[in-house]
């Protein structure tokens, strides 16, 4: 089991730990809770949050070169990120290359 979790990107272990709430953040954000206030559950206060539009990207503040994007349409555009390319990880989530 430790030789799996070792072998494991960064992305992939944010994920498994903060994917569900950070999904469910990005859903209300981008949905029904679109141009409200919807708090930034407490499992991500260690990450940064930003809401663009029709995507949201979160990067752990221990760290910051790690970006992964929520984005339901597709990659998110890569001029946000200095033409930096979009992978994708997994449903709907993205990691900047």
């Known amino acids: 089991m430790q030789q799996y979790w070792i072998s494991k990107t960064p992305g992939e272990k944010w994920l498994y730990f903060f994917?569900?709430?950070a999904?469910?953040?990005a859903g209300d954000v981008l949905g029904q809770g679109r141009d409200t206030?919807?708090?930034?559950p407490q499992e991500l206060t260690g990450?940064?949050?930003?809401?663009?539009?029709?995507?949201?990207t979160f990067s752990p503040k221990q760290d910051p070169?790690?970006?992964?994007?929520f984005s339901p349409a597709?990659?998110?555009?890569?001029?946000d990120y200095e033409g930096r390319l979009?992978?994708?990880?997994?449903?709907?989530?993205?990691l900047l290359q």
């Open 19 to 21: 994917g569900d709430p």
């Open 23 to 25: 999904r469910d953040y």
């Open 74 to 79: 597709g990659p998110p555009p890569g001029e």
């Open 65 to 69: 070169g790690l970006v992964l994007a």
């Open 37 to 40: 206030y919807v708090p930034v």
């Open 47 to 56: 990450s940064q949050v930003i809401v663009h539009s029709g995507f949201v």
């Open 86 to 94: 979009w992978s994708a990880l997994g449903d709907g989530w993205y």
